[in-house]
Every structure is written in C-alpha cells, then in structure tokens.
C-alpha cells in the first residue's frame, strides 16, 4: 500500500517532529511514501488568485495521478485545500480546461483519478481499527487526551468528506485503540486559530489559549492533534503558559502518529519526541500498567443483596 507522500509547506520547517512520527509509524505500518517534487497546495493563494490556487493544486494531484498513486497528506489545511480544488473542478468545466490547458505544458493533466486522503483516514478506513489495535503492544493507562479535529477536515463536508461535521468518530476511535480516553470537551470541533496567524497575532494566540484552557478544564493530560496549523498552535499556546509561570494540567500536545507510535512501541527518538517540550518521563508513566490486586482480594467475592422476602 503505497501513496504519493505531500507533506506541505509548514510542517518541515515549523513541526519537523510531525514528519519524523508519520514516517516511522507508516514504516512500521508498510505504507509506502512515495517521494514527488510537490509544488505548494495552493491555499495561501485561495483569496488571492483564485485559478491560480486551483492550478496549484491540479498540479499536484496530475503528478500524483502521473505516478500512479493517491495522494496521502498530513496536514489538515493541504487535504481541505486539494478538496476544494477537486469540487470546483468538476463543478466548473471551464476552469477545468484552462487548468489543463496550462498543466499540458508540463505534459500534465488532471482527470480526478487520484484522490487525496489525510494520513487519519487512511489509517482508519486503509489500514483499519483493528488491524492497528493489533500493533499495540504499550497500551496507554489512565491518559486522558483532548484532541482537534480541524476546521479544514470536517467543513464544508459536502466537500471534505472526512467525518461528520457535527458528531465525528473517525479521531476518536484511532485515540482509543491506543488505551488513552478521548475527553468530550468544548473546544473539540473549534477553531485553534491558526487562519489568524499571521493576520492578527494577538487574537490567534487567544484562541490557542482558549482551547488549552478548556482542554484544561476537561481535565486533560495531553492534547492530541492532527492537523499543522493546530500542532503550530498549540505548542505556541504552551509556551506562552510556560513563559508566563503557568502551571496548567495539560502537559503537551502530541501529534496523532506520536501517540500511536508510542503504543505500538516505538521509542520516542523515533518519533521526534526527543525534538520537542514533551515530558517523555511523564508520558511513559501513562504505559505502566496499574497494580494488580492482591491474590486475596481477587477472590473475595461481594456479599449476595438480601431479597425483601429474606429480611
């Protein structure tokens, strides 16, 4: 089972750790990532120049269909980037021509048959559950995650097609393969901020805040995430706690194939844990199994209810 692997713009530069955790884990899994010269998705130019935002990501996808393979991405913004591009394809069939007028000087063309998928659908639907739940060997006891599922993913999901937008699973069933619990919490389908970052930094930053704070509330351990942007800003978040002498629950945020690899066994250099603020003694200590009770509590055996007829 092979991809074309798009990795995007951000994550080597800003979450280079994200990129080590989903190679390791998809060695692990014999998911082949296959290397093309991508250009970018095109989302920083979809307010911008509309047809070049499009162009950009018809020809990624043409590449890919090139080469054979669908397309596998672990940034949230990307994927929902090549689905708004695929849907105003086919819905438009005179800007599918001049895209295609534009990639044939390349010797490209874009024809839908590679589809893009991000890296939790297909560990979900390609790989499946229990398949995974079968590579944990270092379950997780006690943890408790809050995890984002990303704006970009789930909306519009006429067009994304990742989950449902309003009651989703998809993540929270690959966090509880793992052993952790996955919080129901206030911030799980709101927005990190991240859109804002460059725009109005203050306000980004709030809101990174604002999900910490009611992931905090929920009584989480660790944040989970799957998404650039969210990682970007939750690792903001976290040090702007640490820097103003803040002391909250939320001990670090992990990006989903981090979790998944720590539970499959992987050691955390692997999966770029030793790269960030992570507590790695704090997070082992989630993957000691609790005591066993004594031999002589196990058999005591609770006293049977008396029935109203008996007293």
């Not at 591009?85 to 044939?104: C, F, G, Q, R, S």
């Not at 789930?154 to 937008?165: A, C, E, Q, V």
């Not at 919080?183 to 460059?198: N, S, Y």
């Not at 539970?263 to 250099?269: H, S, V």
């Amino acid at each position: 089972m092979s991809y074309a692997f798009f990795i995007g713009c951000k994550i080597p530069f800003y979450v280079p750790h994200y990129e080590t955790a989903v190679r390791a884990v998809c060695r692990e899994l014999n998911i082949g990532l296959e290397e093309i010269e991508f250009n970018c998705c095109g989302y920083p130019m979809r307010h911008f120049d509309f047809a070049s935002a499009v162009l950009a990501a018809a020809r990624n996808l043409a590449l890919a269909e090139k080469a054979g393979f669908d397309l596998l991405t672990p940034c949230k913004c990307c994927f929902g980037s090549f689905k708004h591009a695929i849907h105003d394809l086919e819905e438009n069939p005179e800007l599918m021509k001049t895209v295609n007028a534009k990639l044939a000087e390349e010797g490209l063309a874009y024809s839908g048959k590679a589809q893009v998928k991000h890296l939790l659908q297909v560990l979900h639907d390609d790989i499946g559950v229990d398949v995974l739940k079968e590579k944990v060997v270092k379950p997780f006891y006690g943890l408790k995650v809050a995890l984002i599922y990303g704006c970009h993913a789930l909306r519009p999901s006429k067009i994304t097609g990742f989950d449902d937008p309003l009651s989703p699973s998809l993540f929270d069933d690959l966090v509880k393969l793992t052993g952790a619990a996955s919080l129901d919490w206030e911030g799980k389908l709101q927005c990190c901020g991240g859109p804002l970052m460059e725009k109005n930094e203050e306000l980004s930053l709030a809101l990174a805040l604002a999900r910490l704070g009611e992931a905090q509330s929920a009584g989480a351990d660790y944040m989970t995430i799957g998404c650039t942007y969210t990682q970007m800003q939750m690792e903001k978040g976290l040090m702007e706690l640490k820097g103003s002498g803040g002391n909250g629950t939320v001990k670090g945020s992990l990006v989903y194939p981090q979790l998944l690899g720590l539970a499959m066994g992987l050691t955390p250099e692997r999966l770029g844990l030793d790269k960030t603020e992570v507590d790695q003694t704090v997070l082992a200590g989630f993957q000691v199994p609790p005591p066993e009770p004594p031999e002589d509590e196990k058999k005591k055996k609770p006293a049977p209810k008396k029935t109203k007829a008996e007293d």
